[in-house]
T-cell receptor, first 115, second 109 residues
Framework: NAGVMQNPRHLVRRRGQEARLRCSPM?????VYWYRQLPEEGLKFMVYLQKENIIDESGMPKERFSAEFPKEGPSILRIQQVVRGDSAAYFC?????????????FGDGTRLSIL | RKEVEQDPGPFNVPEGATVAFNCTYSNSASQSFFWYRQDCRKEPKLLMS???SGNEDGRFTAQLNRASQYISLLIRDSKLSDSATYLCVVDNAGNMLTFGGGTRLMVKP
């Protein structure tokens, strides 16, 4: 499968635990984006990364959330000390480059549920 | 005011009908525009990019009016499989996509 791969598809955590969401971009893509979709809402941008660099994290909550895209391996979105309000679908997208008009292709998403 | 506004619908149409969705955006500096579709809160799938000259892909036609900051999507000869939520998406440069809330389409036999 050459598409954007996210895992796990579903993740259940208790309040206070940590959640780690992984994303492998499409083959040949070096730009990764994370979006969050809260229940009954639209998708909201969180962070844009290239290999080893955070380009734009203007959509990330200031606390508890972090993202990385290491030289080797998938991009990771990490949520520490999860709360009920973190329950959402988290989508990762990738693109080949940063040229204008370059479409982003989305993974299946991770549905995070906080008990 | 939301950056990208869409009528949430639902639009209920019979098979074979023509249906049009509209979208307005607030940032006049927006650079790129797209329509995505999303089924039952699964991943968004790119339907088409939207160009200033307008573009067509089979039964789908997209139009962009930069002066009015308005984007449209026309679906001809609707199929049952067109039932989905259609997302108007704007790229304000910097590769951060801004999504509208979506317009829900229900095509009925």
């Amino acid at each position: 499968n050459a598409g954007v791969m996210q895992n796990p598809r579903h993740l259940v955590r208790r309040r206070g635990q940590e959640a780690r969401l992984r994303c492998s971009p499409m083959k040949g893509h070096s730009h990764v984006y994370w979006y969050r979709q809260l229940p009954e809402e639209g998708l909201k941008f969180m962070v844009y990364l290239q290999k080893e660099n955070i380009i734009d994290e203007s959509g990330m909550p200031k606390e508890r959330f972090s993202a990385e895209f290491p030289k080797e391996g998938p991009s990771i979105l990490r949520i520490q000390q999860v709360v009920r309000g973190d329950s959402a679908a988290y989508f990762c997208a990738s693109s080949a480059d940063s040229n204008r008009g370059q479409p982003q292709h989305f993974g299946d998403g991770t549905r995070l549920s906080i008990l | 005011r939301k950056e990208v506004e869409q009528d949430p619908g639902p639009f209920n149409v019979p098979e074979g009908a023509t249906v049009a969705f509209n979208c307005t955006y607030s940032n006049s500096a927006s650079q790129s525009f797209f329509w995505y579709r999303q089924d039952c809160r699964k991943e968004p799938k790119l339907l088409m990019s939207v160009y200033s000259s307008g573009n067509e892909d089979g039964r789908f036609t997209a139009q962009l009016n930069r002066a009015s900051q308005y984007i449209s999507l026309l679906i001809r000869d609707s199929k049952l499989s067109d039932s989905a939520t259609y997302l108007c998406v704007v790229d304000n440069a910097g590769n951060m996509l801004t999504f509208g809330g979506g317009t829900r389409l229900m095509v009925k036999p």
